[in-house]
């Protein structure tokens, strides 16, 4: 435990971009908090990913928290085995893996988290960039969260701001990849592959994105490929 | 099941303000979904009243969540037990009964809900007259919350808008009992007492609002009391 008093709740899923942005709140100087949402993914290989990521940066205490609620109500691919999972994204529209809601409950709960540790700053990995089909990645999202939490949370109300940070909202993954390996992020532990297993597809949307952004950035990806023919 | 496609998501906590808002949402002809939080509150009273009050209005779908994290994060008097619930309440303080975010987070999950059964409004019973301690109570924050979902969610990107409705803001106890005996809302299945026992104790916080406002609405509580000498 580091003895620095400013704490920051990073929104850790297992990823790319959530695992960057505990290296920008490591950097930063915050006592790093994580939370993690087990919320009936496809996979739980995310969750083990996430764990492995805040054991890496030794933060001050991890929680995982359970919402089985997406899974009941369905409506996303990523929680509904009934929706299939594309192959490939349509850029005009909201994509199918789409999770109702998800980031304003993910945050909303790590706003909960923020108020009870008295921690300042709320760090999640959301892109506008990439992959703007989801309506809760934007920056007018966040913004507007930002105010309403304001009014909605006893700490802001005594006069201690809380406030969600997205440094990465702006940003390609080419630019999270080059900013990550220059903060030394152990993208080795992180997943973002769809399918969730030891071998990522590669054929995703998200491994695409991934690999893209990778060779964009001039560097190799280091978790392994079922076909190492797409890198 | 009704016919009517018009639907809304009422947030039925199994107390006397929720269970108005069911009389209000089914005078006003939507298809009635509810959705009620098991989130570690000392008893399960208010789960199990809202599943009468639920079954009363033979509502078309109800979802109880689970959301163990308040009780994992602390912070309440409600949900942590190294906090005691105050007997008396202090009209200048944020009391200890204050979850962290917890309206925040059960207006998203409304929102998420909402959003997959496409519903057009949410019913919430919170009021900002007789007990303005809860910050997550005010006007506000409703406003502000309102303006975030529409951000956040598929479906008013579509066109299509979700609203949060609190007809009960600005209603004193006395006024939403008296509008709620107007709609023959059954007040004799709810509970308000923070102790969750089959008869309420009658000097709680919880407790002394409720009598307050039926007497001051010039009818009889239809629960049973430990001590009627207090009614």
């Not at 492995?52 to 929680?79: C, M, P, W």
């Not at 490939?88 to 199918?96: E, L, V």
């Amino acid at each position: 435990m580091k003895k620095n008093e400013k704490k920051a709740v990073v929104v850790l899923s297992g990823g790319l971009d959530s695992a960057t942005c505990m290296g920008i709140a490591e950097k930063e100087g915050y006592m790093l908090h994580a939370i993690t949402f087990d919320y009936g993914q496809r996979h739980s290989r995310e969750v083990e990913q996430a764990k492995k990521i805040a054991a890496h940066y030794q933060v001050h205490d991890h929680r995982i928290v359970n919402i089985e609620f997406f899974k009941e109500i369905g409506g996303s691919a990523l929680t509904d085995e009934h929706i299939d999972v594309p192959k490939k994204m349509n850029q005009d529209a909201i994509p199918a893996t789409y999770v109702p809601a998800r980031n304003l409950i993910f945050l909303s709960c790590a706003a909960a988290y923020a108020e009870v540790i008295k921690a300042e700053a709320i760090y999640t990995g959301v892109s506008g960039v990439d992959y703007s089909g989801y309506p809760d990645c934007r920056p007018e999202f966040i913004d507007s969260l930002n105010h309403t939490i304001r009014l909605a949370t006893k700490r802001n109300i005594e006069g201690k701001k809380t406030n969600i940070y997205t440094p990465l909202i702006n940003l390609s993954k080419a630019d999270t990849v080059t900013l990550g390996l220059r903060l030394h992020v152990p993208y080795e532990l992180t997943t973002s592959c769809y399918n969730g297993e030891e071998y990522a597809c590669g054929e995703c949307d998200s491994c695409t994105l991934r690999l893209k952004g990778f060779k964009e950035a001039g560097c190799k990806d280091p978790i392994p490929y079922k076909n190492t023919q797409v890198i």
